[in-house]
């Protein structure tokens, strides 16, 4: 009787977690280049009542009797799939239509990004919204002289400086890793490379498996809201249900304990 109570249990845990992770993607489903979690679960050790035996002469074969003893937190996927792309017309919004991430830093650790709101600090360097500069060749300043600026799909930055000539202000590069689904999350929009992520491998954007640039656009969230919905409602579901278990069994007990009177 006290293996169902807390099979019960390890469900009411591994229900609660998914309630978490899917909390956490309907918080974010505005916020650029969010890629959603998934929770999975796993069976625990099973104990076993009766081995199997082999079929004889006469016999034929019996089965192993085995008893779950509930469930267990498998994984918490981070699903990163292509978000959709929202037009803003600014031209340091930029998306990436394909695999690939922007690569910012703070001068001693790299972090790598989908999110692509920068803007220009007050020396013409490209920098996201916590101050990290943008990662590239060339440079990757433009000087605050600059007429106007353009950022193409190759990543190369383009602006006309104050004699009105063509000048180049260098390559935005962005990372690609052998597995992107093992990036660590940092906040703040950002990952970190992991040791089970690989290590990354710098490209021009449309080179080597990353995604090309779409100047003026802003990866939304990938979280599809009726999706977490009906997440949303299963694990609620199977939550209530774990907790009948418990009360059923509960019940049970108390009969039993009954049976003294």
């Known amino acids: 009787m006290l293996r169902s109570m807390y099979s019960g ?3 009411m845990r591994n229900f609660q977690t998914k309630l978490d992770v899917i909390g956490n993607n309907i918080s974010n489903v505005n916020t650029f280049g969010f890629k959603k979690g998934r929770a999975t679960f796993k069976d625990m050790v099973s104990q076993q009542i009766a081995g199997a035996t082999g079929p004889g002469v006469n016999r034929g074969g019996v089965n192993a009797r085995q008893v779950g003893l509930g469930s267990q937190l498998a994984s918490i996927d981070t699903i990163h799939t292509q978000g959709s792309l929202q037009n803003t017309n600014r031209a340091l919004d930029l998306g990436i239509s394909g695999d690939g991430y922007f690569q910012v830093t703070d001068g001693d650790i790299t972090f790598f990004t989908r999110a692509g709101n920068f803007y220009l ?20 300043n433009i000087p605050t002289t600059a007429q106007s600026f353009s950022i193409g799909a190759d990543g190369t930055i383009s602006y006309i400086d104050q004699d009105g000539d063509l000048e180049t202000a260098g390559v935005i590069q962005l990372a690609n890793f052998a597995n992107a689904e093992g990036l660590t999350k940092a906040g703040d929009n950002l990952y970190l490379q992991s040791t089970n992520s690989g290590v990354p491998q710098p490209q021009t954007p449309g080179n080597g498996g990353t995604g090309t640039l779409v100047a003026g656009t802003l990866e939304m969230s ?3 809201l009726s999706e977490e919905f009906t997440e949303m409602i299963v694990a609620q579901r199977g939550f209530q249900a774990n907790t009948r278990i418990i009360t059923t069994s509960d019940e049970i007990l108390q009969e039993l304990v009954n049976l003294k009177r």
């Open 9 to 11: 249990i390890s469900g």
């Open 121 to 140: 600090d007050s020396q013409g360097d490209i920098v996201n919204s916590d101050g990290l500069r943008l990662v590239g060749t060339g440079g990757m």
């Open 222 to 224: 990938n979280v599809d």
